[in-house]
């Protein structure tokens, strides 16, 4: 059995309306504690208002090597993104 | 006798100072990185609480010094922390087990302080209440984890438990200030406090599987600032130094 403790995935909403962002990593005993490891390393300076942790062995993530198949594709299709339109002031971050 | 509110500062105040100043020697030592920065955190909350209740305490009447004077220069005597703020870290079992006993106190106390009759006092204590309120989940999960832990945890944190136990006893007990500051409706008795102190104190230590010791003497002369362990000059010397090599230097 490994002496360290699991790593966690630290997710942290600045303000409210706006998603969680992630921050970085931490190791914890248990969900609890990574939220109170959280707090310390990563909202010392006001930075947040909620917290999410995760169990970095719970994430599943794509494979660098399939960067082609899955990303390339979507370069040359340029009316998929919404850029023609004037986004008014009192819509908020977007 | 002297101003009881210009000794209650100081006595709140040094308390932080001490507290904060042991936390500190921590710094880069901590056995997790996390950990290391959350004591830091603890102690830096401690050190701004010190700045309050020294800055009030120097300002009363009568007694025109900053919070780093009376930081700095004054000596082991004039000091009124409680003997178990005192007490070195040891091990960091040691070192929480002693957070969590007096972060239980320092809660219920500026929990009650919110209604002083002194408007300075509430001010402080609502601020500092909501630190404190942190210190302790932090803490009492701490000795719950490490309590009920391995067999070596749990010896450390009995172990912990029944060489600070004795000093427990000065937090709870009453002086001559101490009915003062009640008379004047200041602050709590601390007596006052004693059986919600008690009460949560055996919750969670029951939580971590230790066993609170039976018939200790209490210690006593921190608060009152006759009877420092020997532990406070090495702290103090630590802390002063650099003011008492070079008088009033500044950053």
């Known amino acids: 059995m490994s002496n360290e403790w699991p790593l966690w995935e630290i997710f942290i909403r600045g303000q409210h309306g706006v998603s969680h962002r992630h921050v970085g990593s931490l190791h914890a005993a248990d969900a609890e504690a990574a939220i109170r490891n959280a707090r310390d390393v990563y909202t ?51 | 006798m002297t101003d009881p ?51 009030f305490a120097g300002q009363l009447e009568g007694y025109e010094k900053t919070a780093d004077d009376l930081a700095f220069h004054r000596e082991v005597y004039d000091f009124h922390n409680l003997l178990l703020l005192e007490q070195p870290n040891r091990d960091f079992g040691h070192t929480m087990m002693r957070q969590y006993l007096f972060d239980t106190f320092h809660f219920l106390q500026l929990t009650a302080l919110q209604t002083s009759s002194e408007q300075r006092v509430c001010d402080i204590a609502a601020k500092a209440v909501k630190e404190v309120s942190y210190h302790l989940e932090r803490s009492s999960e701490t000795v719950i984890a490490l309590g009920d832990g391995t067999e070596e945890s749990h010896a450390r944190m009995q ?18 200030i101490d009915q003062a500051v009640a008379n004047a409706r200041i602050g709590p008795r601390p007596s006052e406090l004693k059986q919600d102190y008690i009460k949560s104190i055996e919750q969670v230590l029951e939580q971590a599987t230790l066993r609170i010791p039976e018939n200790n003497p209490a210690q006593k002369g921190g608060k009152s600032g006759t009877m420092h362990s020997e532990h406070l000059g090495h702290l103090l010397a630590q802390m002063q130094y650099l003011q008492r090599a070079y008088p009033d230097a500044r950053w």
């Open chain 2, 159 to 176: 172990s912990a438990l029944d060489r600070l136990w004795p000093f427990v006893g000065e937090m709870l007990t009453d002086d001559a």
């Open chain 1, 44 to 94: 010392r300076r006001n930075e947040g208002v909620s917290i999410w942790v995760v169990e970095a062995a719970a994430i599943s993530a794509s494979s660098p090597g399939n960067k082609g198949p899955l990303y390339d594709p979507s370069n040359s299709k340029v009316y998929r993104h919404p850029s023609f339109y004037d986004i008014p002031d009192d819509a908020g971050a977007m």
């Open chain 2, 5 to 55: 509110i210009k000794q209650f500062a100081l006595r709140m105040g040094d308390n932080a100072l001490i507290l904060g100043q042991r936390l500190g020697e921590w710094c880069g030592h901590a056995p997790a990185l996390e950990e290391d920065i959350a004591l830091a955190n603890i102690s830096l909350d401690l050190i701004g609480q010190t700045q309050l209740w020294l800055g």
